[in-house]
């Protein structure tokens, strides 16, 4: 999985390093800020009643 | 096979990292949503205080509280000078995701019955996390637009979420008339749970008209 986006990304190494990333980071920005502030309020965690 | 294997656990791998920023994302995401609301939630109240006491002198009369409004500012001098919290109207999620909600229906603050507080003890700033550290004779100050009362801790008890006698006028006698004003904080027991409840009582000690 991981490796086949790794041959995938075009470039040497330090520039599909930074796509990577930089990938990974968007991956994790949606989920921080678009699907965890959604998902929150549905985990019936924590709920004083 | 091999690279069948190799996906299988690339992708388990992926879901765990995924469900760890999920928890982190519960304990320390959710407090920026709770502390921009605070802030705004805050400043309105405090220019609302000033207000008050400037416009109408003698005749005080109660704002208009609706749901998702600010009620009052809550201070408890035992967990921290700095600890301030502007309670919402309501105990509904939406609510609670903003600071602690005053459950509807229950006295308001410094009336006689039981003016009942419920807030979130590890997420969503985790406003009531510490209650459990409160000791008889502590005080809970409540401010309002027309006064400031000070509460003092009588009782700390763990119920089931069933025990909704808690929050009656005369906490644990729900058909009994009240006679006193109390202050009542509930909060999740143990923290990262809801099996339980933790509740902590407190009686009116003082009460201290805006002056002009």
């Known amino acids: 999985m ?48 | 096979m091999r690279a069948a294997i190799r996906f299988v656990s690339e992708l388990g791998i ?5 469900l760890l920023m999920f928890c982190a994302y519960l304990l320390w995401g959710t407090g920026s949503y709770t502390e921009e609301h605070q802030r705004v939630l805050q400043r309105q109240f405090e220019q609302e205080i000033q207000r008050s006491v400037h416009e109408h002198k003698g005749k005080r009369t109660l704002g208009a509280i609706k749901l ?3 009620v009052a500012l809550i201070r408890i001098p035992r967990l921290g000078a700095d600890y301030k919290y502007a309670v919402v109207e309501g105990v509904d999620a939406e609510h609670l995701r903003e600071g602690p909600g005053h459950y509807p ?11 009942v507080v419920s807030g979130h003890r590890t997420t969503y700033l985790a406003p009531f996390n510490r209650i459990g550290e409160l000791n008889r004779g502590d005080e809970i100050v409540v401010d309002t637009r ?6 003092r801790v009588t009782e700390k008890e763990v119920v089931l979420p069933t025990r909704l006698d808690v929050v009656a ?4 006698h729900p058909a009994e008339r009240p006679t006193r004003a109390l202050i009542t ?7 990262y749970s809801a099996a339980e409840r933790l509740i902590v009582h407190g009686l009116l000690a003082d009460r201290e008209k805006r002056r002009a």
């Open chain 2, 68 to 70: 998702g409004g600010a």
């Open chain 1, 2 to 49: 991981y490796g086949s986006l790794w041959r995938r990304l075009p470039g040497g190494v330090p520039v599909r390093l930074f796509l990577f990333l930089a990938l990974v980071g968007i991956a994790a920005g949606l989920l921080w800020y678009v699907v965890f502030p959604w998902l929150a309020p549905r985990v019936p965690i924590d709920q004083p009643w």
């Open chain 2, 185 to 191: 904080l509930t909060t999740c027991n143990p923290k």
């Open chain 2, 105 to 115: 229906g229950t006295a308001m603050p410094g009336e006689i019955g039981n003016f």
């Open chain 2, 169 to 172: 006028p005369v906490p644990g």
């Open chain 2, 146 to 151: 027309e006064a400031r009362y000070t509460y």
């Open chain 2, 14 to 18: 992926t879901a765990g990292v995924v």
